[in-house]
């Protein structure tokens, strides 16, 4: 009988052999351990960053016996919200850039039945804004109030944003 030699089928190929068996160089071996440890650092320092978000309220501005500006606000907004406290209304049909901005300071608040506060602002120079421009009063005038709501930082924003288009 005739021994049967089993044939022998190379496996690896010379050229990746040689690619394979050669140690990566510092760049390789470091570099990426040195990229990731820069991503983490600006990570970790985003938590240190502040960030103030705000909700924008619709402010009606009356004449009563002197002129003033009403809003209502509802929620977390309440609590950043306090006596004393001054805002800047940005009148509508007036561009902030151009004319400015109109200051209020808040003089009453009452709570309402339906759960809202009711927020009267004093306009500290009338209806002269931040630019000096005087804008001349119309009964159905209004604008927007911008209130800052928690401060908290970059990385506390973004993950509260992705937790609520996650539903967390």
Do not use: C
Not at 87 to 106: E, K, P, S, W
């Amino acid at each position: 009988m005739e021994s049967h030699k089993e044939e022998i089928i190379p496996l690896r190929n010379p050229a990746a052999s040689e690619i394979f068996d050669k140690r990566p160089s510092w760049l390789m071996r470091w570099g990426t351990t040195l990229a990731l440890g820069v991503f983490i650092v600006v990570i970790i320092s985003l938590g240190f960053v502040p960030y103030s978000s705000s909700v924008n309220a619709r402010v009606i501005i009356k004449n009563d016996s002197r002129l003033k500006g009403v809003f209502t606000v509802s929620g977390p907004e309440e609590n950043y919200i306090s006596m004393g406290h001054q805002y800047d209304i940005l009148i509508d049909g007036y561009n902030r850039n151009i004319h400015g901005v109109v200051f209020g300071r808040v003089t009453r608040i009452t709570h309402l039945p339906t759960g809202e506060q009711r927020i009267d602002l004093e306009l500290l120079n009338g209806l002269t804004t931040s630019l000096n421009h005087t804008i001349k009063y119309s009964p159905e005038m209004s604008g927007t109030v911008e209130i800052a709501s928690k401060e908290t930082s970059v990385a506390g924003a973004i993950l509260k944003r992705m937790s609520h288009s996650f539903n967390l």
